[in-house]
């Protein structure tokens, strides 16, 4: 519970950050194609901090995955410091073989610039790791509302029913079915006490890079 405190008074200080600054430290994509249920962006290069979980609830897992990078971002890192709160909060799903089996999550929270050339090593007993992304090339679909076990697999089979019906599609699949890799990344940008308005992605790689390149002079860059 004092986890789930602590957690509370981080989201209301970034909320106030973004009141008054005006904005909070988010990943930097181009949007190079626009549909009317999806996008596809360009992530430049990014730097994360994950925190695997095995788990049969996305709920419980973005939870447990949360604690530990809360105690990172706090100063549970070899540094010492106390790392600014970013957006989104990812939550990358390896689906189970069956029903009853646990699934695979990887907990991300994104490394604001300023720390991205020398991260901060996390201690060994948080059980975190540093993860450096090249450019990615990614199908994104929004979606309003808390994310939740009941509705996250829901959206991702509707953002790859879209695909399907575009170019786009064969890329995804063939980043799906490698061993190992996310399916889909749920990313979630609002703290739990914003009830209204919330905003929340998912996300899924298409995993060539040189399409995303090809549709870039039409793309709009965003921070």
Known sequence: MELVGIWVRLMLLMSMVMLVFG??????????????DFEIRLLRPTVWV??????????????CGVHRLIHYVQGGNLNHSQIPMTIPLLTGIVPSAGPFCSSAFAVRFYVPPDFQETPPTPFPEVDLKVERWGEKCIAVRQFPGFAKDNNVAKEAALLEASLQKTPWGPDATKVDSRDGEDAYTIAEYNPPFHIFGRLNEVWVDIGDNDICHLNTTAGSAKA
Not at 23 to 36: A, D, K, R
Not at 50 to 63: K, R
């Open 23 to 36: 904005g909070i430290e988010t990943p930097t994509y181009t949007v190079v194609h626009l549909e009317s």
């Open 50 to 63: 994950s925190a695997s979980v095995d788990d049969i609830s996305f709920n419980q897992a973005t939870q």
